[in-house]
T-cell receptor, first 111, second 117 residues
Framework: QKEVEQDPGPLSVPEGAIVSLNCTYS??????FMWYRQYSRKGPELLMY????GNKEDGRFTAQVDKSSKYISLFIRDSQPSDSATYLC???????????FGKGITLSVRP | GAGVSQSPRYKVAKRGQDVALRCDPI?????LFWYQQALGQGPEFLTY????????KSGLPSDRFFAERPEGSVSTLKIQRTQQEDSAVYLC???????????????FGPGTRLTVL
């Protein structure tokens, strides 16, 4: 079993939909939680960063971490075609530690 | 400013050949990470440098993989006697490295896509 499991895809939604992306993790040492977005043929880029449990909002994006259930979520409101990409959850045990990624889910937002 | 750059962007090698992949991190970034991303998978950690010191190489899959960062800036990942299972995208990431418990974002390069025939 991988340390970080991510809901399988792909996922296709109409423009304007609310998107929910989820991951679970098994290692209690993980303290830092991230969501990366990766466009085709590009490197991952950081979308959201959360330390420990809680919510974080940035524009149309909300990240949630529940350490008691080891559950990580990303919500995208009013989804746009430009949001079409692969979304990767990632965790680490320290602020400058290696990242452990989920498998990624490919999202397609239909105009 | 300039981001993380990697070269070559694409590399095709015959099985058994040696390859060298280069990473130019963001200027001034202390930490440098290498990851391997297989098709349809998330990146997996290979090795980590803090300046020129290789502090963690636990993710290197075999002794055919070797990484260096001799002057604490540019890094090279070398794969000897390439095998078909080495085919993947190799990603480099750098971060500034803060001592405080705050975000220390890893910035990724575009990757080198290695295909071993």
């Amino acid at each position: 079993q991988k340390e970080v499991e991510q809901d399988p895809g792909p996922l296709s939604v109409p423009e304007g939909a609310i998107v929910s992306l989820n991951c679970t993790y098994s290692n209690s040492a993980f303290q830092y939680f991230m969501w990366y977005r990766q466009y085709s043929r590009k490197g991952p880029e950081l979308l959201m960063y959360t330390y420990s449990s809680g919510n974080k909002e940035d524009g149309r994006f909300t990240a949630q971490v529940d350490k008691s259930s080891k559950y990580i979520s990303l919500f995208i409101r009013d989804s746009q075609p430009s949001d079409s990409a692969t979304y990767l959850c990632a965790t680490s045990a320290g602020a400058n530690s290696k990242l452990t990624f989920g498998k990624g889910i490919t999202l397609s937002v239909r105009p | 400013g300039a981001g993380v750059s990697q070269s070559p962007r694409y590399k095709v090698a015959k099985r058994g050949q040696d390859v060298a992949l280069r990473c130019d991190p963001i200027s001034g970034h202390v930490s440098l990470f290498w990851y391997q991303q297989a098709l349809g998978q998330g990146p997996e950690f290979l090795t980590y440098f803090q300046n020129e010191a290789q502090l963690d190489k636990s993710g290197l899959p075999s002794d055919r993989f070797f990484a260096e960062r001799p002057e604490g800036s540019v890094s090279t990942l070398k794969i000897q006697r390439t095998q078909q299972e080495d085919s993947a995208v190799y990603l480099c990431a750098s971060s500034l490295w803060y001592l405080a418990e705050s975000t220390d974002t890893q910035y990724f390069g575009p990757g080198t896509r290695l295909t071993v025939l």
